[in-house]
């Protein structure tokens, strides 16, 4: 059975980092994947932060929210695809989720997180807060 594990999170004070990861299990290869990061604040939508196209170049995309202080490498070997989360704000507090698709994107722009993905974790709790 194919799953997604997010793993990595926690509390940090303002300006600290954290590295998120997403592993997949059940025969299940990442890299064949476009693997987007999203999260959901209480009261809020779900918001997409970054993806990775599973296109050989490796195109990213982040929100604006997060450009500059996020990224999201990949570790073939492990079969894992990090978010590093870099100057942390009390404002990125949230759950975050990984989400896996079969198909790749082209532009590092945010739209291209958006739309359907065919697996998700149970998410991990991020909280920013001194």
């Known amino acids: 059975q194919v799953q997604l594990v997010e793993s990595g999170g926690g509390l940090v004070q303002p300006g600290g980092s954290l590295r998120l990861s997403c592993a997949a299990s059940?025969?299940?290869?990442?890299?064949?994947?476009?693997i987007g990061w999203f999260r959901q604040a209480p009261g809020k939508e779900r918001e997409g932060v970054s993806c990775?196209?599973?296109?050989?170049?490796?195109?990213?995309a982040y929100a604006d929210s997060v450009k500059g202080r996020f990224t999201i490498p990949r570790d073939n070997a492990k079969n894992t695809v990090y978010l590093q989360m870099n100057s942390l704000k009390p404002e990125d507090t949230a759950v975050y989720y990984c989400?896996?698709?079969?198909?790749?994107?082209?532009?590092?722009?945010?739209?291209?997180?958006?739309?359907?993905?065919?697996?998700w974790g149970q998410g991990t709790q991020v909280t920013v807060s001194s």
């Open positions: 989400a896996a698709r079969k198909s790749a994107f082209r532009y590092s722009r945010p739209s291209s997180c958006t739309g359907d993905y065919d697996y």
């Open positions: 059940g025969g299940f290869t990442l890299r064949a994947y476009s």
């Open positions: 990775i196209s599973m296109s050989s170049d490796d195109t990213t």
